[in-house]
């Protein structure tokens, strides 16, 4: 409804006739005070129509009572005018024809809306309406004696008889039939239902760039490690002695620490042991898919499912790198293919610890977006949000828990860049005299992050200590070293698991004093797109030179002692850096120079990506633009075509039956590095305790073992494994060939106090 007066939401019709011409005159003869004028009653009509032309015809009308109708008209024009802005177009329609039909009835009705345009065109249309109805002008609401008490409020008595004008043109009025336009109106969209809006919300996560990314990421694994989930229960890629020994590991660390996590590194082989579970990488992270499942066939199902999800978390985290420094999606796409599936890392295929190598590039990148720093746009405060730098922290602690191979470098990494950013945050403040953006929050989730990533380290370096203090001779020499330290013609030679360069490199690979961990092709593919970044990308001038220093830093520490015998480069860093001297093979660091040629190539594709947009944009029409958009594709598709590999994937020796009902302590027979390991991952059913063991090195005892059971089953070996406790020897018929024991697996033991068993193809002795 209008208001008769601001703020009190009713309406007084406007008299007409000769009411009308009256009521003026006989309120202000007795002394009655006036409502004050507003903009709608004292503009003029004329300017008012300028302002806001009328939409469907006249919107004044025609009044036939001299001036009084017209200033009936003008305000009308104006309470018109005002709901057009307010009701929009329908009501004013209808106004303007109640207006034209009443028009010989002594005038148009009007109400004195507000400058806010509320209701005022219907209500004045139903006032009128009731005027039409009763005939006369004494319906309209106004009394002969409009003269108030002496003592009353003309305000409230103005608006007393405003609203019972109101109500009784209201109860009068005839019903308003639909308008004229109504028909065209939009519907109005109805309100989704809950379910609706749950699937928008699925919708919209599902076509999200981190989705998709990581779908991609993980259906590009499976293609590129097939067949490796074609038969997940009974073959392992590469080979079937070190995956053996990694199913172990998994299987053990999830198995004891829910049933008794205090004996964690006491691990049931290499009996009797201490710190057993310590003589290798461990890869302890994957200790929850270990909790699952139990028994050799579910250990070696969980290896392989680890193996493609290694795979898949390295490409979506170098893709996420990429992306957070400033590249495109499809020059984020090129490095993270790149990291994963560079021709050298197929000649690791066997070494999970090895391709775990997915939360380096992962915790880097949710730490630079903690910080709000990206090489292409350098530091940006307002994007600062300490919640990602504490997950990068806890994704970098989980990466270093994989085992210190990888996670060593990274450690020192992280800890140099601390120092660096540190050093620059201070020259800064010292330069410019101004205090850099940091906050405290920030500090206060580096400092806690930093320290759960340290205290991860503390206690997985612990037992690593108790090891070399136990054994000192596992420790590695720098003559240990230097077998391992590949030349210079590695970097450009591909393992024999490269489907495109293997044959060719077979006479380079030949050359090479240990060529599974000297072969480091990162691809050529790789080497040029990175090569064309130095000149064309999106990165600055002085990231892509210090970009390729880093390249060429890399290289040289991967070389170990073949760069001028690692004097000035490798050397120090084993002399002077805790725990890098248990580190054997320097080329391993290549995974660092991969990543950074990654980067290098990521803001060329960029760069090109970029300008082909341009092109396409400034094309009329625009074709070929969508095979110029395909062309940038070609990248992506050249990297992952290197990457190709013919991994062999072996048959898993099966666990002999003997194996299954066995009391521990027992020795398996013949026993060496190899078949060890096979015997760790027979041993997941149960985890029997067992002499056997496979690692980065042979404990003393376990060499005396073998040596003396050569001559089993006599009594000096008899009483030698009785005093370390064994009490079952199983001997496996189908290994003995060329052996000791080919002749003495069937002589008779009776003489010697212990009994013998046939279990399937074994020899089952108990002691």
């Given amino acids: 409804m209008t208001s008769g007066q601001p703020g009190t939401g009713n309406a007084r019709p406007t008299p007409t006739g000769a009411a009308g011409e009256s009521q003026p005159a006989t309120t202000a003869a007795a002394g009655t005070p006036t409502q004050p004028a507003r903009t709608s009653d004292t503009a003029p009509a004329g300017t008012i129509a300028d302002q806001s032309p009328p939409v469907g015809?006249?919107?004044?009308?025609?009044?036939?009572?001299?001036?009084?109708?017209?200033?009936?008209?003008?305000?009308?024009?104006?309470?018109?005018?005002?709901?057009?802005?307010?009701?929009?177009?329908?009501?004013?329609a209808k106004k303007d024809d109640a207006a034209k039909k009443d028009a010989g009835q002594g005038g148009t009705a009007t109400s004195d809306s507000t400058a806010t345009g509320t209701d005022a065109?219907?209500?004045?249309?139903?006032?009128?309406?009731?005027?039409?109805?009763?005939?006369?002008?004494?319906?309209?609401?106004?009394?002969?004696?409009?003269?108030?008490?002496?003592?009353?409020?003309?305000?409230?008595?103005?608006?007393?008889?405003?609203?019972?004008?109101?109500?009784?043109a209201d109860s009068e009025a005839k019903p308003v039939g639909p308008e004229r336009w109504e028909a065209f109106a939009s519907a109005p969209e109805p309100r989704p239902s809950i379910f609706s809006r749950a699937g928008r919300a699925v919708g919209r996560f599902l076509i999200h760039e981190w989705t998709l990314a990581a779908l991609g990421a993980l259906a590009l694994a499976v293609l590129m490690t097939w067949p490796t989930l074609r038969y997940p229960r009974y073959t392992l890629p590469q080979d079937y002695w070190d995956p053996s020994l990694q199913a172990w590991q998994m299987a053990w660390s999830g198995h004891i620490l829910l049933a008794e996590p205090a004996r964690l590194w006491q691990s049931n082989t290499f009996f009797p042991e201490l710190w057993s579970f310590a003589f290798s990488d461990t890869l302890l992270g994957?200790?929850?898919?270990?909790?699952?499942?139990?028994?050799?066939?579910?250990?070696?199902?969980?290896?392989?499912?680890?193996?493609?999800?290694?795979?898949?978390?390295?490409?979506?985290?170098?893709?996420?790198?990429?992306?957070?420094?400033?590249?495109?999606?499809?020059?984020?796409?090129?490095?993270?293919?790149?990291?994963?599936?560079a021709p050298w890392l197929l000649a690791q295929a066997g070494h999970l610890h090895v391709l775990s190598n997915g939360g380096i590039p992962l915790a880097l990148a949710m730490l630079a977006r903690g910080h709000g720093w990206s090489l292409r746009h350098g530091y940006r405060p307002e994007r600062r949000h300490d919640g990602w730098v504490y997950a990068g922290w806890l994704v970098a602690a989980w990466q270093l828990s994989l085992g210190f191979g990888i996670g060593l470098p990274f450690?020192?990494?992280?800890?140099?860049?601390?120092?660096?950013?540190?050093?620059?945050?201070?020259?800064?403040?010292?330069?410019?005299?101004?205090?850099?953006?940091f906050g405290r929050r920030l500090f206060a989730a580096d400092v806690l992050g930093g320290v759960l990533f340290a205290g991860v380290g503390l206690l997985m370096a612990f037992p690593f200590f108790k090891v070399t203090e136990l054994h000192p001779y596992a420790e590695r020499t720098i003559g240990d070293i230097s077998l391992f330290s590949p030349p210079a013609s590695g970097f450009v030679t591909a393992p024999g698991e490269s489907r495109i360069w293997g044959g060719l490199h077979e006479g380079a690979r030949a050359a090479l004093p240990w060529h599974p961990e000297m072969t480091l092709l990162p691809g050529f593919v790789l080497y040029a797109l990175a090569a064309g970044g130095l000149f064309f990308s999106v990165w600055r001038l002085r990231h892509r030179l210090l970009l390729l220093a880093g390249v060429l830093l890399t290289m040289v520490f991967a070389m170990g002692t073949r760069f001028f015998d690692g004097t000035f480069t490798y050397v120090p860093l084993f002399e002077h850096l805790p725990g890098w001297s248990a580190l054997r093979t320097p080329g391993r660091l290549m995974l660092w120079t991969t990543l950074l040629l990654g980067l290098l190539a990521a803001g060329a594709v960029t760069a090109l990506t970029d300008r082909v947009r341009e092109l396409t944009a400034q094309r009329i029409p625009s074709w070929p633009g969508p095979w110029l958009r395909m062309a940038t594709l070609l990248p992506l598709l050249l990297?992952?075509?290197?990457?190709?590999?013919?991994?062999?994937?072996?048959?898993?020796?099966?666990?002999?039956?003997?194996?299954?009902?066995?009391e521990g302590p027992l020795l398996v027979l013949p026993s060496n590095q190899s078949l060890d390991q096979h015997v760790m991952l027979w041993s997941t059913s149960g985890f029997p305790d067992v002499v056997n063991g496979g690692s980065g090195f042979t404990p003393r005892q376990l060499d005396d073992v073998r040596r003396v059971s050569q001559s089993f089953p006599d009594q000096t070996s008899i009483e030698y494994l009785r005093t370390l406790g064994v009490r079952t020897v199983v001997l496996l018929r189908g290994q003995v060939a060329g052996t000791?024991?080919?002749?003495?697996?069937?002589?008779?033991?009776?003489?010697?106090?212990?009994s013998r068993q046939e279990v399937g193809e074994a020899v089952v002795y108990r002691l």
């Fill in 57 to 92: 015809g006249d919107t004044t009308g025609a009044t036939p009572n001299g001036d009084a109708g017209a200033d009936r008209a003008t305000s009308g024009a104006a309470s018109k005018d005002t709901a057009r802005h307010g009701d929009k177009q329908g009501n004013a």
């Fill in 121 to 168: 065109s219907e209500n004045s249309g139903t006032v009128d309406g009731a005027a039409r109805d009763s005939g006369t002008t004494k319906d309209s609401g106004t009394t002969k004696d409009s003269k108030p008490a002496k003592d009353s409020d003309p305000a409230k008595d103005v608006k007393a008889d405003g609203a019972d004008a109101t109500d009784k």
């Fill in 286 to 341: 994957y200790a929850p898919a270990g909790m699952l499942g139990s028994g050799p066939e579910d250990a070696v199902l969980r290896y392989n499912i680890m193996f493609v999800l290694a795979h898949a978390l390295a490409t979506l985290g170098a893709y996420a790198l990429a992306r957070q420094l400033g590249a495109g999606r499809i020059g984020g796409a090129v490095a993270g293919v790149s990291y994963t599936y």
């Fill in 411 to 437: 450690a020192y990494f992280l800890a140099g860049a601390v120092l660096v950013t540190a050093v620059l945050f201070f020259a800064r403040r010292l330069r410019t005299g101004q205090a850099v953006p």
């Fill in 639 to 662: 990297v992952t075509v290197e990457g190709l590999n013919t991994t062999p994937h072996p048959v898993v020796p099966t666990q002999p039956a003997a194996m299954r009902s066995a």
């Fill in 740 to 754: 000791p024991w080919e002749i003495t697996i069937d002589a008779p033991v009776e003489s010697l106090g212990i």
